[in-house]
């Protein structure tokens, strides 16, 4: 135990500028890998602890990066360079880091991490040794951390496996059997509806149910007609002034095609510079009123914009998950301003509803949160990802602002049509006529319009940073003109006040330079999950 104790101690040597840089893994972090409830410092308060640099730290196999915090207090900027080697004896090196190799040691604390996986191509007692100059007054000091991970298990050859099905529990037999009865169900609530549909005393009225068609490609969605449409929506009239103003073609896709009359507009809920969202019910012969929402453009609304929205607003309307916010229908032609019809939530916009929580808009009282909640919203925005990429969809703006919660506080996913308009502070023009989230976006695709699933788990890092703080803005310091250069230097988003060092490291996972280094969708459910459960324990 004596042997354990004095790695930490401090032995003060090599102050480097003027006492102001401290180099350490954390408390919590030492006892996630280690089992120690300890902090190990390499370097405090300017001075190496030279013991701890020549202390060969055991990284479990499961653990798959090991992660530092540093900060330099001093006003003098202190310099650094990253080098790491393995003993795979292959020219690549095959573990990484999540920030720069070079840059300057950041003035206010901040977590990196060493990614540390364990894949066929690596041995299986890999060694790692990670090199870093401190540069201060033109003074180079030279740190040591070694460490050393047990990759023979099998269970851990495969870093890119499907970790999903870890998290959540295998169902067994009886799982077939709630299918089973689930159809059968199905089939008799099926049968019910069309049985109601005859007894309807005006069950002719039933055949005007727009029914779910193919739209061809090429069709109009929203076609020219000579006259002029005048119906009374309630509290919007959602007609152009000129009925041969537009015409969207959209690609071959599956929908609800519903008529204008069956749309009863409502109350105004947001209302950008040329677009709106509204309170409405849907009332389908036959079947009971709904609560819609309903997404629209104003008269002003050029034939991009109206075309961009119908484009954004119809790239989900095929796809069931309890994550993903459905399009019920859409209401075209005639002339009039297409809707795109989406069901009611209770909270509504997940970004405008976190800083209601926080105490920013209305007045009201805040809802209060625990930790536990914000990594739920999380993990149910993951779930959303997760199944975009299962479909081979890239979402390309992921953010609170593109997601809604219901009465039940679950999460959905939705499109980002209008976003742009109804947040135009989160989309900034770089001279090249096109808004974009500068801010939310991962550094290929600022610099080489890259999109992918990686770009995706950048984005979602940043909406995991967002929840943390009840939607603040994110380099809200930062002019957009300059984020491309500072993420490029590895500067990246600071851990959030009250924010755990085990969901800002999976933050910061996210962030890697390289889309090769972050991590998928399912390994960053499982991270999530399982530190959701830790949070649960100690409850």
Not at 145 to 167: G, P, T, Y
Not at 329 to 345: E, K, Q, T
Not at 497 to 505: F, K, R, W
Not at 513 to 530: F, I, V
């Amino acid at each position: 135990m004596g042997e354990k104790f004095f790695l930490f101690s401090f032995l003060l040597c090599l102050p480097l500028a003027k006492a102001g840089l401290n180099f350490f893994i954390s408390q919590q972090e030492s006892f996630r890998v280690l089992g120690l409830v300890a902090e190990l410092a390499y370097v405090r308060d300017g001075s190496i602890n030279d013991v701890a640099q020549h202390f060969v730290v055991p990284v479990p196999s499961h653990i798959q990066e090991l992660c530092f915090v540093w900060v330099n207090a001093d006003s003098k900027a202190v310099k650094y360079s990253i080098f790491t080697k393995d003993n795979s004896m292959q020219s690549v090196n095959h573990v990484s880091l999540n920030i720069s190799n070079q840059g300057v040691v950041p003035r206010e604390p901040q977590i990196f991490c060493l990614l540390l996986p364990c894949t066929t191509i690596l041995p299986s007692k890999l060694e790692v040794s990670m090199k870093i100059n401190f540069t201060s007054f033109n003074n180079v000091t030279v740190l040591n951390v070694v460490m050393k991970k047990d990759c023979s298990s099998e269970e851990f050859r495969n870093a890119e496996q499907d970790v999903l099905s870890k998290v959540i529990p295998a169902e067994d037999s009886s799982f077939m059997l709630y299918v089973a009865v689930g159809v059968a169900f199905g089939i008799l609530v099926v049968s019910l509806a069309a049985a109601s549909c005859f007894l309807c005393p005006k069950h002719n009225l039933c055949h005007q149910q727009p029914p779910r068609t193919i739209v061809p490609s090429g069709t109009a969605l929203y076609s020219p007609v000579q006259a002029t449409c005048n119906e009374d929506l309630g509290a919007a009239t959602l007609c152009v002034s000129d009925p041969a103003a537009h015409q969207i073609v959209v690609e071959d896709k599956t929908s609800f095609r519903l008529q204008r009359n069956n749309i009863h507009i409502g109350s105004t809920l947001l209302e950008g510079t040329f677009g709106s969202i509204f309170h409405a019910t849907l009332q389908i012969p036959c079947q009971p009123l709904k609560d819609v929402i309903v997404k629209t453009v104003k008269h002003n609304a050029a034939e991009m914009q109206v075309r961009l929205m119908m484009e954004e607003g119809t790239r989900f309307q095929d796809l069931v998950h309890q994550n993903i916010y459905p399009l019920i229908g859409i209401v075209d032609g005639d002339g009039c301003r297409p809707l795109l019809v989406y069901p009611s939530v209770t909270y509504g916009n997940l970004k405008r509803w976190l800083l209601y929580c926080r105490g920013s808009l209305d007045g009201s009282l805040p809802h209060p949160l625990c930790t536990q909640d914000l990594v739920t919203i999380a993990l149910h925005v993951l779930r959303g990802v997760q199944y975009l990429h299962q479909q081979n969809i890239i979402h390309r703006d992921l953010a609170t602002r593109n997601c809604v919660i219901d009465d039940q506080f679950h999460v959905k996913l939705t499109d980002m049509a209008l976003s742009r308009d109804f947040f135009p502070n989160d989309y900034h023009c770089l001279g090249d006529n096109e808004n974009r989230p500068i801010k939310w976006m991962a550094m290929e695709s600022l610099t080489r319009r890259e999109f992918s699933t990686s770009s995706d788990i950048w984005s979602f890092g940043v909406v995991l940073w967002e929840v943390t703080t009840l939607a603040q803005q994110p380099y809200v310091e930062i002019d957009p003109f300059e984020v491309g250069r500072v993420l490029r230097d590895g500067y990246r988003l600071t851990q959030p006040i009250n924010c755990p060092d085990e969901l800002y490291a999976i933050m910061a996972y996210c962030w890697a330079s390289s889309k090769s280094d972050r991590p998928t969708a399912p390994q960053l459910y499982r991270e999530l999950h399982q530190f959701h459960h830790q949070l649960n324990e100690y409850i």
